[in-house]
């Protein structure tokens, strides 16, 4: 790239020096590198003027480290951040890209680089975008990947509070009568409803370890759709568990509110 990239692209020059334009192709060969290749290659030291061999040729002079930039993830959020910048003097790629950096709008700034294209080669092929495109295709994927597995899991979510629930008011038919002896006894009807959400919080805790165990030991499989976040997040996990719990909790308590509203005599009578 040219010297202008960084700062047309915001990246910040963490340490040494960015590439000038001295940096010509009689000069001695130069790279800036990201704070991720400076960290991987040479931690807990700095990557300033170390040298390396580039393209495979040991008879070719060294190319010397001269900066290291902050991070740009041109691969994608789960790739590494890793970059070597070049010359574009030293190193003469097939396709150029133009980055600029404008208060106009796209479509005035579009229209002036057409025009100073054409002015230098009118054949050559001009391919427009702007950042925000480029981001939102880079996130596409991420993004649908997202609703989808959200859609599974609000899905799943709904379809184990519906268990809950018919397993609880199932329960409570079962033991109609006993509860009908309770509440003749002088149990309150409070403590009639406890006793059902207890029961079937106990279901969900049990069900939320196991399923803590799966994501423990099979979770790696999710790791290629997470940014930002880990598979065994404590924070992440321990919420996921607190939501289950509330809303099996929840389901649990509208057949605990039928529980407690059984009349002793009907129930006692009933075959």
Known sequence: MSPGYFRALGVPLLAGR????????????????????????????SAVGKQMVSGGCYTCPPTTVVGVVGDVKYLGLAAEAIGVYSPLPQYQPRALNLVVRTRAGAAATFKALREAVAGLDPELPVVETTMRAQVDRSLADPFRWTAVLSAFA????????????????????????????????????????????????????????????????????????????????PATVAGVALLLIMTAALACWLPGRQAARIHPIEAISTD
Do not use: H, K, N
């Open 154 to 233: 609000a899905t799943a979510m709904v379809l184990a509070a519906l268990g809950v629930f018919g397993l609880m008011s199932y329960t409570v038919r079962q033991r109609r009568r006993e509860i009908g002896v309770r509440l003749a006894l002088g149990a309150a009807p409070g403590d009639v409803t406890g006793m059902v959400v207890r029961r079937g919080v106990g279901y969900a805790l049990a069900g939320t370890g196991i399923g803590i165990g799966l994501t423990l030991l099979e979770g790696r499989w999710l790791a290629a759709f997470l940014y930002g976040v880990g598979v065994t997040d």
């Open 18 to 45: 960015a590439l000038a334009v001295g940096d010509s192709a009689a000069a001695p060969p130069v790279v800036v590198v990201s704070q991720a290749w400076a960290r991987r290659f040479y931690p807990g030291g």
